[in-house]
């Protein structure tokens, strides 16, 4: 890195933490523009701008500011509190949104960890000399673009001389229909089965009125639709009938191929639908976040827990009793995946069947894991998470060690 050209950098972390608490980030977002301005060869002006700008609603431009200051400079060290690291991690990375990595910056916040990011893929090639460090973890997270990325690292990292976590090929079986293959037969498991399916395909359909038997067997009506590559609900819907079909696929015209799924009703008695964020670490379970709403599409954000103290209080239940409770009646499910998905580090959202089964709604490394909550709001969230993260700081202390890989 050339430092001399480059202001500090401040990070997704830290940025994110103040939209968390309702910091208006447009004044800091102007006065990086005009130090862009200034000097438009500051790659970490440029990459923070990336950050302040997605966080307030510009994706696009985001986009746009984080290739520029990728065009300029692929490598990026987060600052550190502590003067000694006690590892250093050398992250693979993508071009994207938060969505498209895994977290690092939010699961080593403020820790010992010393964390440099090395953006690669798509007109940014590995570079042949690296910085030491003492473990290499693959950040990029599975989608159509990364597919290439993550088949040539496989060759490349085939003789590492460091350890890694998560190995890309593992990374690339992340897809849906690709996951259900790996876990429809797990043990407590229960996966709907997930179809790719091309626009045309679904216009045809829509078009003639004709039966989805010929693409999805004996799945039905109602259904779960979604573009492929798509995250955090964009896109998402239920379809309970053709006619619908018709009018959800003008919604997305640049949609060319769409995952199908047969909708599971997962409402429990109190006619509340619940979702469960858990990472698994080295293949042990920690519950990141618990969150219960009206709807069935939930997530965290809008399934208003800070306004209700009934559901904090069960999420506080859970956390508390996670290791006694969910974890105990579903660690032979939570072993299978970890068995048979091969990776360090992993991201589950999912629920409980009323028959007791684990059910499976995404498997992925690059769900947002943080703690920046309120802790007045949310006093119970920070021992949770702190174990959480000492638990992963671990995971990259034992890699370290002598035949840790």
Same mark, same amino acid.
């Given at each position: 890195m050339n430092a001399s050209r480059n202001? !500090? /950098?401040? $990070?997704?972390?830290? %940025?994110?933490?103040? &939209?968390? &608490? +309702?910091t208006n980030l447009t004044p800091l977002g102007q006065e990086l523009l005009k130090r862009a301005a200034a000097n438009p060869d500051d790659a970490h002006t440029l990459l923070d701008l990336s950050t302040v700008l997605l966080l307030t609603g510009n994706r696009e431009l985001s986009l746009q500011m984080q290739a520029q200051a990728l065009q300029i400079q692929q490598l990026y060290r987060l600052p550190m509190h502590q003067q000694r690291p006690a590892l250093r991690l050398l992250a693979l990375m993508t071009p994207g949104d938060m969505m498209a990595n895994t977290p690092l910056e939010f699961l080593l916040e403020k820790s010992d960890v010393e964390l440099t990011l090395l953006y690669i893929g798509q007109n940014l090639p590995l570079p042949e000399a690296l910085p030491e460090h003492d473990v290499l973890f693959v950040a990029i997270g599975e989608s159509e673009r990364n597919l290439d990325t993550l088949r040539r690292l496989q060759d490349v990292l085939a003789d590492w001389p460091h350890p890694i976590v998560n190995r890309p090929e593992n990374i690339a079986r992340l897809a849906r229909d690709d996951v259900w293959n790996a876990l429809h037969d797990a043990p407590g498991v229960l996966i709907p089965q997930t179809f790719r399916v091309s626009?045309?395909?679904?216009?045809?359909? @829509?078009?003639?009125?004709?039966?989805?038997? $010929?693409?999805? +067997?004996?799945?039905? %009506? !109602? /259904?779960?639709?979604? !573009?492929?590559?798509?995250h955090a609900g964009k896109g998402l819907v239920k379809l309970?009938?053709?006619? =619908?079909? =018709?009018d959800y696929l003008p919604t997305l015209p640049d949609a060319q191929e769409f995952f199908l799924s047969p909708y599971v009703d997962y409402r429990q008695d109190d006619g509340l639908f619940r979702k469960y964020r858990i990472a698994l670490i080295g293949g042990q379970p920690y519950l990141a976040h618990l969150a219960i709403s009206g709807h069935w599409i939930v997530h965290y954000v809008n399934a208003e827990? &800070?306004?209700?103290?009934?559901?904090?209080?069960? =999420? @506080?239940?859970?956390?508390?009793? %996670?290791?006694s409770g969910f974890a105990r009646r579903h660690r032979a499910a939570l072993a299978a995946i970890h068995q048979r998905m091969g990776l360090d580090y992993l991201g589950l959202d999912c629920s409980e069947t009323a028959d007791g089964k684990l059910l499976i709604f995404e498997v992925d490394t690059s769900m947002v894991v943080h703690a920046m909550d309120s802790p007045e709001v949310f006093p119970y969230k920070q021992p949770q998470m702190r174990k959480l993260f000492a638990a992963f700081r671990q995971l990259l202390l034992d890699r370290a060690q002598p035949g840790g890989n």
């Open positions: 202001s !500090p /950098l401040i $990070g997704q972390a830290a %940025f994110t933490r103040m &939209a968390v &608490a +309702g626009r045309a395909d679904l216009e045809e359909i @829509a078009r003639t009125r004709q039966s989805l038997s $010929g693409l999805l +067997g004996d799945t039905d %009506f !109602p /259904l779960i639709a979604r !573009p492929v590559d798509s309970s009938v053709i006619n =619908e079909l =018709e827990m &800070a306004n209700n103290a009934e559901r904090r209080a069960e =999420e @506080a239940y859970a956390m508390s009793h %996670f290791d």
